[in-house]
């Protein structure tokens, strides 16, 4: 396997053709080369956001329209409820702005429509038989191909779904079911790409099944890669991936060898061992071995997976982020609070008394192997549905202490998700050979893995470059979210599971010499929520990226970037050939001074969390770009010679 920096990347052009360009006047782009004909149009930024004391200014969501009420109950007491529900960015109605998608398991979605300033206000109309299902996953991704994006939503138990958006209205009525695994309990995560270059997106399932109770699944948790068939998504062709199954919590399609064709990531939780599969381009994935020494670890706990240029040479990094630190002072990186005080920043009066109900609960129930009969008084002091919930969990935990299965019968009828997950937990597993384990890529714990490529085989530089450190990871971004040039690197984290403190995200800031420093009070990231999912996007058109973050208990949160410095564009694909909205093609870019950057528009490899398919790109000092070529999904080429101006968003189109 080879990969490249851009620095020796060779370009191979098409004959050059004269092709239409809509730009202002002032910009001299011109179209060197293209596979087929492009236009570009330039889409200026607003003015900047007001400044704050520091970078971001975090607020609880509802200050901008995002209403989602806290969802938690006794449920939420135990995995997969405990892990929280997804965020996804996109343009619902294609009025050039970013709106908000929710998953929920009590309301089915919360979705918002921004008004183009970073104010929102929720989609109405009813959500038929959407709003019955228990949704954990849902991404704004064009499965038809008609240049409006739909909505392919995971539940738990009761499969998955594409619901189509027509015209910037969500067909709630008719949703329509995309088949996975008969015995598949939940596809926890997503990740979306043209899998097969035929032109339209292809998904890969990630499947998960009862999490640290059972540790080693059954087949039930297979992973399944699911084709679309010109704009149909049904199911019926697909393709389940080779390995061990495992609890997998992220996919991630990404070109890693930057070959043209995507590869395939899955990371699991766990014992069973993380997969990298390199694709063929035709839809067939080989998975990577220990012996090939190509990787030499992934992580043990892994929850997030990105890949990103994160030293501007062209060629990705790989980031995966699992438990690493704990919510302990295993590292003085980790800011701690005490659960006592967990509630005490929440301002909206219902959102703080729930959150504090929540928190007392948490302070005698403890699930699974833990299991106390005495809970069982507990359960029957509360209200319903908190009492109907507690006892058909007493029940469900009393099995799994007890190994036997007959126990899940006395569950009651109406609890139906309790009966399930505790069905699942007897299903037959085979623990695997350590000959298969032999085969498969190493794992280690307690520090993130950070590959970079040098020569020929990854190594691991996390640790050298300030990276191992994430505490309980969960979500993931990497973005320039200070516009100096450089790739920032965001993580989420905190976890349900019994702790005595609540950790702080953490904010790794690149300072540009291959180095990270963790600066989250200085940036004004701090935040002590236990959260699972975050998405970035860029909410008020002012050229900076803004943060939703999903907490398990409290109000959704929004952090608003208020930075004054350093300029930035940004890149948008209309792709009419291939897939509409380029997810996994290829953006570089060159700066005046020879600076070079890359970008991939991607779908997943976050932990439930799907950003909108904009490429952003900081620029520093830097006033303008020198040159920009587009490697599209299926393999074409665009190159376009400069200036493009910063202070933009730049859509290109490939007729």
């Known amino acids: 396997m080879t990969v490249p920096s851009l620095r020796s990347l060779s370009l191979s052009f098409v004959a050059a053709m004269a092709l ?36 971001f200014q975090g607020v609880e969501a509802r200050e901008h329209g995002i209403d989602k009420p806290l969802e938690f109950s006794m449920k939420d007491m135990w995995p997969p409820f405990w892990e929280g529900r997804s965020l996804t960015t996109g343009d619902i109605d294609n009025d050039d702005d970013l709106d908000l998608v929710i998953a929920s398991t009590d309301a089915g979605l919360y979705i918002y429509l921004n008004d183009g300033s970073g104010q929102f206000s929720r989609m109405d109309g009813d959500l038929g038989p959407v709003a019955g299902l228990d949704i954990f996953n849902a991404a704004l991704v064009d499965i038809d191909n008609d240049g409006w994006l739909d909505i392919f939503a995971a539940t738990y138990v009761d499969g998955n779904f594409v619901i189509r958006n027509e015209g910037g209205r969500f067909d709630m009525a008719s949703p329509q079911s995309v088949s996975n695994r008969d015995d598949a309990m939940l596809t926890i995560s997503l990740s979306f790409a043209d899998a097969d270059r035929d032109g339209d997106l292809d998904v890969a399932l990630g499947n998960w099944a009862a999490g640290w109770y059972r540790r080693i699944p059954g087949e039930e948790s297979r992973n399944r890669l699911v084709f ?45 061992p993380d997969y990298v599969y390199h694709g063929d381009g035709q839809g067939g994935f080989t998975a990577v071995t220990r012996e090939e020494g190509l990787i030499p670890h992934t992580t043990n706990t892994t929850m997030a997976i990105k890949t990103a240029d994160l030293y501007n040479d062209g060629s990705p990094e790989i980031y995966y982020a699992q438990i690493a630190g704990r919510s302990s002072r295993v590292s003085d990186r980790l800011r701690m609070q005490p659960l006592t005080q967990y509630c005490e920043s929440i301002a909206h009066a219902e959102t703080k008394a729930l959150c504090a109900r929540n928190m007392e609960i ?103 470059a300030g990276l191992e450190i994430g505490g309980w990871s969960w979500d993931t971004k990497i973005a320039d979210f200070d516009n100096d040039g450089w790739q920032d690197v965001f993580i989420v984290n905190g976890t349900w599971v019994p702790n005595e403190v609540s950790p702080s995200n953490l904010f790794y800031r690149n300072m540009g010499d291959g180095s990270f420093e963790e600066s989250a009070i200085d940036f004004g990231l701090t935040d002590y929520l236990m959260t699972s999912a975050a998405v970035r996007f860029d909410m008020d058109n002012d050229g900076d990226l803004d943060i939703i973050t999903q907490p398990v208990n409290g109000p959704v949160m929004l952090y608003r970037n208020g930075a004054q410095t350093g300029n930035a564009l940004a890149v948008d694909l209309n792709d009419a050939h291939g897939n509409r909205f380029g997810i996994g093609a290829r953006i570089e870019v060159i700066l005046p001074d020879g600076t070079k950057m890359m970008r991939e528009i991607q779908s997943g490899g976050g932990f439930m969390s799907f950003d909108a398919p904009v490429a952003h790109f900081g620029l520093g000092a830097a006033q303008e770009i020198t040159a920009l070529t587009v490697v599209w999904a299926d393999g074409g080429r665009t190159e376009i010679a400069g200036p493009l101006a910063a202070g933009a968003r730049y859509r290109i189109v490939r007729e």
């Open 20 to 55: 239409p360009l809509s730009l202002t006047p002032a910009q001299a782009a011109e179209v060197v080369s293209s596979d087929r004909p492009v236009t570009i149009s330039a889409h200026p930024f607003a003015p900047r956001s007001p400044g704050y004391e520091t970078v």
């Open 228 to 272: 679309n068939e010109n704009g149909v998504m049904d199911g019926s062709a697909y393709k389940e991936l080779p390995g061990l199954p495992g609890e997998t919590l992220v996919t991630l399609f990404s070109d890693i060898d930057l070959d043209g064709n995507t590869d395939l990531l899955f990371g699991n939780d766990f014992e069973l």
């Open 362 to 464: 948490k302070t005698w129930y403890k699930s699974g192997n833990r299991f106390d009969p005495r809970y069982a008084d507990r359960c029957q002091a509360l209200d319903d549905p908190l009492k109907s919930e507690c006892l058909a969990m007493s029940v469900k935990d009393l099995a799994i202490q007890k190994k036997d299965p007959s126990l899940c019968a006395l569950i009651a009828d109406d609890q139906k998700l309790a009966r399930d997950f505790c069905e699942v937990h007897f299903k037959p597993f085979t623990s695997p050979l350590m000959e298969v384990f032999d085969t498969t890529l190493r794992q280690i714990m307690r520090t993130n893995v950070l590959l970079t490529w040098e020569e020929d085989r990854y190594v691991d530089t996390a640790i050298d």
